[in-house]
C-alpha cells in the first residue's frame, strides 16, 4: 500500500488539489505498478508563513512524498 503526501501553500494547493492526485495516481499506476484503484493521497495545504523552501523557489513549490509498504 502506498501513501502520498502533498504539502504546499494553500492559496496555490487547493485549487489544483484533484487534477494534482489524477496526475499522480496515473503515475505511480504505470511507473510503480500500483493498483489502479487503491489511492491514498493526503494534501497538506499550508499558510505562506508555515511553509520554509529553498532560496530561489516561488510560491507554488510543492513537495511530494511518496512511500510504499509492501504489507510482508
Known sequence: MSQIKIYGI????NPIKQE?????HDCVVEALAFPRDKRAH????LD???MFYPAGRID?????????ADGK
Open 10 to 13: 494553500k492559496a496555490y494547493l
Open 20 to 24: 494534482l492526485s489524477d496526475v499522480i
Open 42 to 45: 493526503r494534501f497538506f495545504p
Open 48 to 50: 505562506k508563513e508555515n
Open 60 to 68: 507554488v513549490y510543492t513537495i511530494t512524498k511518496i512511500t510504499h
